[in-house]
C-alpha cells in the first residue's frame, strides 16, 4: 500500500478577526500538490490576509494551516516551506541581482560554491542571463519582477506565494509575464498559490482559483467550472460578464422573469434540486446571446430590447441593448456577422440549455 500524498496546503476553517472586523471568515480549502491556484475577489476581501496566514506572517485567529499534511500554527515564516514574492518586490536595491539571488541561500548557510552555481541557473530561468553584476536600481520594472521571483524560487519552496506578483507592471509586460510564470510553474511542478484581483488574470494562470467575497471564500474550482457553473450570484457577476435576470422557478421548470416577457423552461440539472416558487436569478452569458430582427428557431429565450450601444474589439463586437423596463442586456458575437443599427429595436435570444441559475 502506497500513503496517500498530503496536499501541499490544507486550510481548516481559517480566520483572521481584527479588532470588530473579520477579514477572514472560515475558509476550508485544500491545495494539491503542483497546483496554480489563485485566490481572487475584490479589493478588501481578505486575500492578502488569507495568503499571510500560508506564509506565516500573519497568525489566524481560529481554524489550522497544514503544509505538506503537517500544522505549522506557530511556525515562523523562515520554518515553513514556502516562500513569497511581494507585490512591492522587497529587494535590496543597492545590491546587485546576484546578491538578491543569493540572500536565501546564505542565510541557509549553503556552501559558496553551490550558490554560485543555484544563482547562475537561476539567472538563467527567470531570463536574466548576464545580469547577475547589476544592481537591482538599474532594472526595469519587469526585471527586478524577475529578480524578486528567482529569489523566491531559488530556496525550492514546496510552495510558492505571490502577492499581486505583476501588480506593478504596465499591460503588455504583465502578459508577458504571465506566460514566464506559467512556463515556471510546469518546467518546476511546484505549488504556486497567487492573489490577484484581476479575473482574466486568474482564470489564464490557474488550475483552480478560489473566489472570496467579505473574508469568506464563495467557490473553489477550475476556472471553466467558475464561469459555467457559478455557485453562487456573486461568482457569476464577478467572473467574467454575465445577464443577470431574477426570476422565480414555477411547476415543470418553467421560469418566468421578473418585469420582463420571458418565459423558458429549464431542465432538472439546471434546477439543480431547487423547489418550485424558489426566487433564482438567470445566468445569460453574453457570447450565447443572437442580436437579429428575429431569433433563431432553437433560441427559445428571448427578449426584445433597443440597440443602445455596439462596441468593437477585434474578433467580437460587444452589442448594448436597453430592455422594456430599462435594464440593460449585453450580447457578444463574432465581428464577421452584420452589426444592427443602433436605436433600431432588435431581438436578443439564446437557447435555454446555455442558461444557468443561481439563487437569488
Ligand atoms: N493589520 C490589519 N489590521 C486591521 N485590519 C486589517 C489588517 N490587515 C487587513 N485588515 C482588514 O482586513 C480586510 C481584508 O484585507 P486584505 O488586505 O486581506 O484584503 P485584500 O483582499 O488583499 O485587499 P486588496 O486587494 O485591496 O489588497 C480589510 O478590510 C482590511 O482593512
Known amino acids: 500500500m502506497t500513503e496517500p500524498v498530503p496536499n501541499a496546503v490544507e486550510l481548516r476553517a481559517v480566520s483572521k478577526v481584527y479588532g470588530a472586523s473579520t477579514a477572514v471568515r ?16 475584490p479589493s478588501g476581501c481578505g486575500k492578502s490576509t488569507l495568503l499571510r496566514m500560508i506564509s506565516g506572517f500573519v497568525s489566524p485567529s481560529s481554524g489550522d494551516v497544514l503544509i505538506d499534511g503537517v500544522s505549522v500554527l506557530g511556525a515562523a515564516p523562515y520554518e515553513r516551506d514556502t516562500a513569497m514574492v ?29 550558490i554560485a552555481r543555484r544563482v547562475e541557473a537561476m539567472l538563467e530561468l527567470v531570463n536574466l542571463k548576464g545580469f547577475g553584476d547589476r544592481r537591482v536600481s538599474q532594472m526595469s520594472g519587469g526585471q527586478a519582477q524577475r529578480v524578486a521571483l528567482g529569489r523566491a524560487l531559488i530556496v525550492r519552496p514546496a510552495v510558492l506565494l505571490l502577492d499581486e506578483p505583476l501588480g506593478a507592471l504596465d499591460l503588455k509586460l504583465r502578459k508577458q509575464m504571465q506566460a514566464e510564470l506559467k512556463t515556471i510553474h510546469r518546467d518546476l511542478g511546484l505549488t504556486f498559490v497567487a492573489v490577484t484581483h484581476d479575473q482574466e488574470e486568474a482564470l489564464t494562470l490557474s488550475d483552480r482559483i478560489a473566489v472570496m467575497n467579505g473574508g ?7 476556472p471553466e467550472n467558475l464561469y459555467r457553473r457559478p455557485a453562487t450570484r456573486f461568482v457569476a457577476d464577478f467572473v467574467g460578464n454575465a445577464n443577470l435576470f431574477d426570476a422565480r422557478l414555477g411547476s415543470d421548470g418553467r421560469v418566468e422573469a421578473q418585469g420582463l416577457p420571458l418565459t423558458l423552461f429549464l431542465n432538472p440539472v439546471q434546477r439543480g434540486g431547487r423547489q418550485s416558487g424558489a426566487a433564482i436569478a438567470l445566468v ?3 457570447e450565447t446571446i443572437a442580436v437579429g430582427a428575429t431569433a433563431p428557431e432553437s433560441h427559445d429565450g428571448r427578449v426584445e430590447a ?24 449585453t450580447a457578444h458575437q463574432s465581428a464577421a456577422l452584420p452589426a444592427p443599427e443602433r436605436g433600431t429595436t432588435a431581438v436578443f435570444s439564446w437557447p435555454s440549455q446555455s442558461v444557468w441559475l443561481v439563487d437569488a
Open 306 to 329: 433597443q440597440v443602445e450601444e455596439i462596441m468593437f474589439s477585434g474578433a467580437v463586437q460587444q452589442i448594448v441593448g436597453r430592455l422594456p423596463d430599462g435594464r440593460r442586456i
Open 86 to 114: 511581494f507585490q512591492d518586490y522587497a529587494l535590496f536595491p543597492h545590491r546587485t541581482v546576484a546578491q538578491n539571488l543569493a540572500f536565501g541561500l546564505r542565510m541557509r548557510k549553503v556552501a559558496k560554491d553551490e
Open 26 to 41: 472560515e475558509v476550508s480549502m485544500d491545495i494539491a500538490r503542483g497546483a496554480f491556484v489563485t485566490i481572487l475577489g
Open 284 to 286: 445569460v452569458r453574453p
Open 216 to 222: 469568506a471564500l464563495e467557490q473553489f474550482d477550475t
